[in-house]
């Protein structure tokens, strides 16, 4: 072996910076799931009977069903029983109702994470709604939004505030029969934002929400509903992290966005979950169940992601093209290294006349890791005119790791045009010592090469992520040259 | 500046440099001819640091340090320089990007400060001018889609950038139009200076014309088998390279 390879194989021995254990008294349910666990749940969090009645359902739908196995990822199976389907923070007997209620322990853990509450409040112009393992600790900006007609609360808020809006919309994008991981979360889910834009509004700042995993051998089992009414415009950011543990965690977020008439929605996220360690001991099993339906005519909708963590990641930000002129769009940037695996893509559905997708996405490997882009691009007969483009691009760093593509595409509109290109490279020795004669470090070269495959999706996120965005994967390869 | 003794290098069993001796002194240029294969690009690869070759004796002292012991971003940061004979792509990486981070990272390795974003600017577009090139070069990813001649022209640019005190030229004449070797010619004259020292790979005394060398030395299998000034070009476009083996191989 050459002796860059050597280095590039280095530079991947990365550090999580995230890995932190806050010590916290909780509420934590002893492990296991049964129907009285369910019932337990929803009584805790003070639900209406109708959501009971719902969680109750997909349980039942989720004991028939079977965990899929034909994505590109291996894993033993997971023992249900063996998870916590519940941990709260201790706290005063009606939560906090500001953050100097928060306990300090818990702004302590998200000043680490570089999201300072208090200070985000004041100072940053972005509305935070902060999820700690299974409920959300705090909302900031409330009354400025709600000035604006904006709803952003925790979903379990939402629930006893705003039970028709649930009624009508939860589940209408992602029922419960849809997969085994969201029958799942329909079933337990815990905590997650709610987020509603009346008519004609457009959302005056960013909204954001932080999740976090914190307790041992707990799932985070969170659920995100936005709905854009009528003309409206919101831009909501992601972000996750969790503590370094030698045991798998299981996450399965199902997320839900309702796009009407002339809305627009972007969807931003950095995911950044404890990958495991560079032997593939640990980390997080991503899996994600994420759609979007643009219900109304002109509505848009916008996926933007960046993958840097978990051990395992199953995830595919959809669009379902209903209305007429509709538009869906997924920027997405995965990397895994080490023996992190990553199987995501997207879903476009053109339902309506003359809808239109984009797909951009960039899949990087480095140490042992395999990647994998799965799409599926499905034109409908009624979709006259619809129209498709698919940019797939594979970067590997290092000769042990892996990318995979598989475009499905169905077609039953001759008007349709679908276009699909897919490139292949890898970072050349020739290249890294380019860099290198021209004065830069390994571990430069092949971060400024990474961001330089990304930069078409970069450029979708808002600016404060972006930034984040560049030095996250500047940190997932750090180690990977010596 | 640079001083090699007995240089002989391999790449896996086979020996490719066979006993090489240069001294380069501040301010000089050197010219290096030689048929294909001779080494010479395996010369300019292991004064700049490129893996893959194995020094199996002899040194290469550059500024009174060890050269071979260096790895090749100190190196490149200690100022040496290497104009490659085929330059890479680097998609998605603008050119103003990489001349902006490579100069910073020279620049703190001596001990300087970042380069304030308006005097880059403002250093870079001189230097595009010198070399007659358009600034929308400067915006486009590293040599992505660039023409042979554009690539080598941008080398130079780099080079005029980064002022490095020693600058290695493999082969930067090739590829070039008869103008545009004027104009890279005309870049590298202007960066001639009593401290900054040139070693030139070429093929054609045609280079010589306009850069004028204090020596030429030929290259023949690994060795240098013939030193002398810049008349030597002359009568080596005139006779070839065989009568100097020949009178290697009756020697
Ligand atoms: N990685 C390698 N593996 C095997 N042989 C090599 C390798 N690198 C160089 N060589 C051989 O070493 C010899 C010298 O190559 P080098 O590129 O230095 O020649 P050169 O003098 O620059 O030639 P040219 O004028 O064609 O550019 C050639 O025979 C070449 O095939
Ligand atoms: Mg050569």
Known sequence: MSASTQEINNLINQEYKQGFVTELETNTFLPGLDESVIHKLSKIKNEPEFMLEYRLKAFRHWQTMKSPEWAF???????????????????????????????????????????????????????????????????????????????????????????????????????????????????????????????????????????????????????????????????????????????????????????????????????????????????????????????????????????????????????????????????????????????????????????????????????????????????????????????????????????????????????????????????????????????????????????????EVFKELPMEFAVEAQALLGLSLEGSVG | MLSIKNLHVSVGDKPILKGINLEIKPGEIHAIMGPNGSGKSTLSHILSGKSGYTVTEGSATYQGKDLLEMPPEIRAREGVFLAFQYPVEIPGVSNVYLLKAALNSIRKHQGQSEVDAMDFLTLVKGKVRLLEMDEKFLYRAVNEGFSGGEKKRNEILQMAILEPKLCILDETDSGLDIDALKIVSEGVNSLRSPDRSFVMVTHYQRLLDYIKPDFVHVLANGQIVKSGGAELALELEEKGYSWLEDAEASA
């Open chain 1, 73 to 455: 990822v291996k894993f033993d199976p997971i023992d249900y029983q063996s998870i916590s389907y519940y941990s709260a923070p201790k706290r005063k007997e009606d939560g906090p109702k500001s953050l100097d209620e928060i306990d300090p322990q818990i702004l302590e853990a998200y000043k680490k994470l570089g999201i300072p509450l208090d200070e985000q409040e004041r100072l940053a112009g972005v509305a935070v709604d902060a999820v700690f393992d299974s409920v959300s600790v705090a909302t900031t900006f409330k009354g400025k939004l709600k000035d604006a007609g904006v709803i952003f609360c925790p979903i379990s808020e939402a629930l006893r505030d705003h039970p028709e809006l649930i009624k009508e919309y939860l589940g209408s994008v992602v029922p419960i029969t849809d997969n085994y991981f969201a029958a799942l979360n329909a079933a337990v889910f815990t905590d997650g934002s709610f987020v509603y834009i009346p008519k004609g509004v457009r959302c005056p700042m960013e909204l954001s929400t932080y999740f976090r995993i914190n307790a041992a051998n707990t799932g985070q089992f969170e659920r995100t509903l936005i709905i854009a009414d009528e003309g409206s415009h919101v831009s909501y950011l992601e972000g996750c992290t969790a503590p370094m543990r030698d045991e798998n965690q299981l996450h399965a977020a199902v997320v839900e966005l309702v796009a009407m008439k002339d809305a627009v929605i972007k969807y931003s996220t950095v995911q950044n979950w404890y990958p495991g360690d560079k032997n593939g001991l640990g980390g997080i099993y991503n899996f994600v169940t994420k759609r979007a339906d643009c219900r109304g005519a002109n509505s848009k909708v916008s996926w933007t992601q960046v993958e840097t963590g978990s051990a395992i990641t199953w995830k595919y930000p959809s669009c379902v093209l209903t209305g007429d002129n509709s538009v869906g769009e997924f920027y997405s940037v995965a990397l895994t290294n080490n023996y992190q695996q990553a199987d995501t893509g997207t879903k476009m559905i053109h339902i309506g006349k003359n809808t239109r997708s984009t797909i951009v996405s960039k899949g990087i490997s480095a140490g042992k890791a395999q990647n994998t882009y799965r799409g599926l691009v499905k034109v409908l007969k009624s979709a006259e005119n619809a129209r498709n483009y698919t940019q797939c691009d594979s970067l590997l760093v290092g000769d042990q790791c892996g990318a995979h593509t598989f475009p499905y595409i169905e077609v039953k509109q001759p008007s349709a045009q679908v276009e699909h290109e897919a490139t292949t490279s890898k970072i050349s020795e020739d290249q890294l010592f380019f860099c290198q004669q021209r004065g830069l470090s390994a571990e430069d070269a092949v971060s400024m090469i990474v961001n330089g495959f990304c930069k």
